[in-house]
């Protein structure tokens, strides 16, 4: 029987589907196979109308859950036994080794939810974990308040209530309901130790399972949640799907005193015939400055003229909104607008998931899972979290020559503060400050940014002399040194990084040629060649290669092969080496075909200890009922995790259309057989794709 464990709210607003996907999260990277289960469904509360029918928070993971109407119209009848049974019938069709239920959502117009989630916990036999937020109270009165809700579930020494999820520590007077006036309401760091220590986790067996501090960009909306929940009318579209709201300013004040208000993620509210504060706005956005949004209230409209003063600062991406009501009306509106998720904000989702899952007690999970759960199942959540675990614990400084790049600049920041990787950025140091500024972007104090000009004369001489024989003279030295790349790979050849991470902006021949020149093949390889990981919903892949050898030969091949499998292993995932071709065994011929068998053998032989198969299919080598027909005698066909790709041509081709066709993540390319870890990004790369070859970087370097 599945374990199941069911978080249930104390209070409002409590943040009970952040934790619940935290805690999911979290049995994800530790190899869990975890289901998730909502017995009944609610309504979004970020309605301003009657309407309550709109979909309800993360609704694509609603599978089985019951409208919130149909249960308050049985139990209305007293029929609360029969809203039960069809919850214990929903549940029982979920196969999984773990089952996170999210319980009830405490609301003004289910002030029953206490009751209604201890009778489901009792029908589904469920441990229970609590999630409360402490409020504006003190840790004892915190502690009596959680102590007295818990009563209604038996009390916190009932043996099936395991602990309490502490949410939003630390949070601001004016949240958890709505946005906030202002950015200095609160202090950014917190001192958990009070939370920590309080008596009622001293005893028995009820116990603080995670502490998570309260953390603006978790809460931030984007401005097109705001539009919508407004039922705004849209003057200027802008980048209104990705920029998001991290404050608000009701503006009625003065052009001279209103520059300390135009910063990042500021929403700036104002009547719509304050021509000189649309102005100001418009002008802070042009001078690079990152405003959220502009809404202009009363209905009024800038007129022609002032809306093609305006038009240069709306292609920066500043969304303009218009709603009809005064400025006071708007206040008290947006000031309810509550912090849930909706289902479409993929990158918040992952966010809190991932937060809030470095916030739970992992001695304590541990602990509470047996043996008997902990699968080896490598989904892409446990190889995201392996990758960042394992470059934590490597603790490498990576060299990124792309320090301008603002993407990069993002990446680099949160590879430093959540401790993946140091970086150093190369760039212009005041530039780098600015756009950092403009993006709201908080640079660490242990993120490193050089200007180039500063270091460059350091390494004229050893290039020199590791191109001497191509008779490099000074002047040439210098010229190719203007070249972060060539720069960068000059720090790591010399070990003062640990590895560089480009191709956001450069080329792959740009990242690539001064490596293989300054750099080179490490000891026993002959070429260099490359892998991506491929985050399928359920596991992940290893393709190669797809991105470095146009035409390899049959021993070239083979040792790409063979780098793929130590790579694939070296990252948790168990190698099974499908050799890719057009025919499976011997049921085709041709030249393509024959030089994929002979790379098979020449694999095989060179490295007995690993599971290598082909030719195969890429059919034969995924589906098992594919394999039992083409190849029955195959260790490798059916369950293949590591596919070579015959040429450039395939494998680049292959790995576009999975990756585009099926909404998939891939992390690469990351390069193989070289001396020291220098890896490509794709020009198209987001910030999460630079992260995760950061991290990849960092873990090369320690093999």
Same mark, same amino acid.
């Given at each position: 029987?599945?374990?199941?464990?069911?978080?249930?709210?104390?209070?409002? %607003?409590?943040?009970?589907?952040?934790?619940?996907?935290?805690?999911?999260?979290?049995?994800?990277?530790?190899?869990?196979?975890?289901?998730?289960?909502?017995?009944?469904?609610?309504?979004?509360?970020?309605?301003?109308?009657?309407?309550?029918?709109?979909?309800?928070?993360?609704?694509?993971?609603?599978?089985?859950?019951?409208?919130?109407?149909?249960?308050?119209?049985?139990?209305?009848?007293?029929?609360?036994?029969?809203?039960?049974?069809?919850?214990?019938?929903?549940?029982?069709?979920?196969?999984?080794?773990?089952?996170?239920?999210?319980?009830?959502?405490?609301?003004?117009? #289910?002030?029953?939810?206490?009751?209604?989630?201890?009778?489901?916990?009792?029908?589904?036999?469920?441990? *229970?974990?609590?999630?409360?937020?402490?409020?504006?109270?003190?840790?004892?009165?915190?502690?009596?308040?959680?102590?007295?809700?818990?009563?209604?579930? /038996?009390?916190?020494?009932?043996?099936?209530?395991?602990?309490?999820?502490?949410?939003?520590?630390? $949070?601001?007077?004016?949240?958890?309901?709505?946005?906030?006036?202002?950015?200095?309401?609160?202090?950014?760091?917190?001192?958990?130790?009070?939370?920590?220590?309080? $008596?009622?986790?001293?005893?028995?067996?009820?116990?603080?399972?995670?502490?998570?501090?309260?953390?603006?960009?978790?809460?931030?909306?984007?401005?097109?949640?705001?539009?919508?929940?407004?039922?705004?009318?849209?003057?200027?579209? /802008?980048?209104?799907?990705?920029?998001?709201?991290?404050?608000?300013?009701?503006?009625?004040?003065?052009?001279?005193?209103?520059?300390?208000?135009?910063?990042?993620?500021?929403?700036?509210?104002?009547?719509?015939?304050?021509?000189?504060?649309? *102005?100001?706005?418009?002008?802070?956005?042009?001078?690079?400055?990152?405003?959220?949004?502009?809404?202009?209230?009363?209905?009024?409209?800038?007129?022609?003229?002032?809306?093609?003063?305006?038009?240069?600062?709306?292609?920066?991406?500043?969304?303009?909104?218009?709603?009809?009501?005064?400025?006071?009306?708007?206040?008290?509106?947006?000031?309810?607008?509550?912090? %849930?998720?909706?289902?479409?904000?993929?990158?918040?989702?992952?966010?809190?998931?991932?937060?809030?899952?470095?916030?739970?007690?992992?001695?304590?999970?541990?602990?509470?899972?047996?043996?008997?759960?902990?699968?080896?199942?490598?989904?892409?959540?446990?190889?995201?979290?392996?990758?960042?675990?394992?470059?934590?614990?490597?603790?490498?400084?990576?060299?990124?020559?792309?320090?301008?790049?603002?993407?990069?600049?993002?990446?680099?920041?949160?590879?430093?503060?959540?401790?993946?990787?140091?970086?150093?950025?190369?760039?212009?140091?005041?530039?780098?400050?600015?756009?950092?500024?403009?993006?709201?972007?908080?640079?660490?104090?242990?993120?490193?940014?050089?200007?180039?000009?500063?270091?460059?004369?350091?390494?004229?001489?050893?290039?020199?002399?590791?191109?001497?024989?191509?008779?490099?003279?000074?002047?040439?030295?210098?010229?190719?040194?203007?070249?972060?790349?060539?720069?960068?790979?000059?720090?790591?050849?010399?070990? #003062?990084?640990?590895?560089?991470?480009?191709?956001?902006?450069?080329?792959?021949?740009?990242?690539?040629?001064?490596?293989?020149?300054?750099?080179?093949? $490490?000891?026993?390889?002959?070429?260099?060649?490359?892998?991506?990981?491929?985050?399928?919903?359920?596991?992940?892949?290893?393709?190669?290669?797809?991105?470095?050898?146009?035409?390899?030969?049959?021993? #070239?091949?083979?040792?790409?092969?063979?780098?793929?499998?130590?790579?694939?292993?070296?990252?948790?995932?168990?190698?099974?080496?499908?050799?890719?071709?057009? $025919?499976?065994?011997?049921?085709?011929?041709?030249?393509?075909?024959?030089?994929?068998?002979?790379?098979? #053998?020449?694999?095989?032989?060179?490295?007995?200890?690993?599971?290598?198969?082909?030719?195969?299919?890429?059919?034969?080598?995924?589906?098992?009922?594919?394999?039992?027909?083409?190849?029955?005698?195959?260790?490798?066909?059916?369950?293949?995790?590591?596919?070579?790709?015959?040429?450039?041509?395939?494998?680049?081709?292959?790995?576009?259309?999975?990756?585009?066709?099926?909404?998939?993540?891939?992390?690469?390319?990351?390069?193989?057989?070289?001396?020291?870890?220098?890896?490509?990004?794709?020009?198209?790369?987001?910030?999460?794709?630079?992260?995760?070859?950061?991290?990849?970087?960092?873990?090369?370097?320690?093999?």
């Amino acid at each position: 029987m599945p374990r199941r464990i069911m978080l249930v709210p104390i209070g409002f %607003e409590v943040g009970l589907t952040s934790a619940s996907f935290g805690l999911f999260h979290k049995l994800q990277q530790l190899g869990i196979d975890v289901g998730y289960f909502k017995p009944i469904s609610q309504p979004s509360r970020n309605i301003l109308t009657n309407d309550q029918n709109s979909p309800a928070e993360f609704s694509h993971m609603d599978v089985g859950s019951i409208p919130i109407s149909y249960v308050e119209d049985k139990v209305g009848d007293d029929l609360l036994d029969v809203v039960l049974e069809e919850i214990v019938g929903n549940f029982e069709s979920i196969n999984k080794e773990i089952i996170i239920i999210e319980g009830l959502v405490q609301t003004t117009r #289910q002030p029953y939810a206490a009751k209604i989630n201890s009778e489901v916990a009792q029908a589904l036999s469920a441990d *229970i974990i609590f999630v409360a937020t402490p409020d504006n109270d003190e840790p004892e009165q915190f502690e009596d308040r959680l102590e007295m809700s818990a009563k209604t579930f /038996g009390g916190v020494k009932n043996s099936r209530i395991l602990g309490c999820i502490i949410n939003k520590i630390n $949070s601001p007077d004016k949240d958890v309901f709505g946005l906030l006036p202002s950015e200095t309401e609160f202090q950014q760091e917190v001192d958990l130790t009070p939370w920590q220590q309080l $008596s009622i986790f001293k005893k028995g067996n009820f116990h603080l399972v995670g502490a998570v501090p309260w953390e603006m960009d978790l809460v931030a909306p984007r401005v097109t949640e705001i539009k919508s929940y407004l039922n705004a009318k849209v003057i200027n579209e /802008g980048d209104m799907e990705h920029r998001r709201v991290r404050s608000i300013s009701f503006c009625a004040r003065s052009v001279a005193n209103l520059k300390s208000h135009l910063v990042p993620g500021r929403l700036i509210v104002t009547p719509g015939d304050r021509t000189d504060i649309i *102005i100001a706005t418009c002008l802070s956005a042009l001078n690079g400055t990152k405003v959220g949004a502009l809404i202009l209230t009363n209905g009024y409209v800038p007129n022609e003229s002032v809306m093609e003063l305006c038009q240069q600062a709306f292609k920066t991406g500043l969304p303009v909104l218009s709603v009809p009501w005064d400025t006071w009306e708007t206040s008290r509106h947006l000031l309810s607008f509550s912090p %849930e998720i909706p289902e479409e904000d993929m990158q918040r989702q992952d966010r809190v998931k991932q937060f809030v899952a470095d916030c739970l007690n992992q001695d304590l999970l541990d602990k509470y899972l047996d043996a008997k759960v902990r699968g080896q199942l490598l989904s892409p959540p446990a190889f995201r979290h392996k990758l960042t675990d394992l470059a934590r614990r490597a603790n490498k400084l990576i060299v990124l020559p792309e320090g301008n790049d603002i993407r990069t600049i993002k990446a680099a920041a949160i590879c430093a503060e959540r401790g993946i990787a140091r970086c150093q950025l190369l760039g212009n140091k005041e530039e780098i400050l600015l756009i950092a500024e403009q993006q709201g972007i908080n640079l660490p104090s242990g993120l490193l940014i050089t200007e180039p000009a500063s270091i460059v004369e350091n390494y004229v001489s050893p290039l020199m002399k590791l191109r001497e024989h191509k008779g490099l003279t000074e002047i040439v030295a210098r010229e190719e040194l203007k070249d972060n790349v060539v720069l960068g790979t000059m720090m790591l050849q010399l070990g #003062q990084v640990d590895g560089l991470v480009s191709g956001a902006v450069h080329t792959t021949a740009n990242t690539i040629r001064p490596a293989l020149q300054l750099i080179k093949t $490490s000891p026993g390889n002959s070429l260099v060649s490359s892998v991506f990981f491929m985050l399928l919903p359920d596991q992940v892949f290893v393709y190669g290669d797809c991105a470095i050898n146009p035409d390899p030969n049959a021993e #070239q091949l083979a040792d790409i092969a063979i780098q793929s499998a130590d790579s694939a292993r070296a990252f948790g995932i168990e190698p099974k080496v499908a050799m890719i071709s057009y $025919s499976t065994g011997s049921s085709g011929t041709g030249q393509d075909v024959e030089k994929v068998a002979l790379a098979t #053998q020449i694999a095989q032989t060179k490295r007995p200890d690993l599971l290598i198969d082909g030719p195969l299919q890429y059919d034969a080598a995924v589906m098992e009922n594919v394999a039992k027909k083409k190849a029955p005698d195959s260790k490798v066909a059916g369950q293949a995790t590591v596919f070579i790709f015959p040429d450039l041509n395939t494998g680049n081709t292959t790995y576009k259309a999975v990756q585009r066709s099926a909404n998939l993540v891939s992390i690469g390319p990351m390069l193989q057989g070289m001396n020291k870890p220098v890896n490509d990004l794709s020009r198209g790369a987001l910030v999460d794709d630079i992260i995760y070859t950061i991290a990849l970087t960092a873990i090369q370097a320690t093999q």
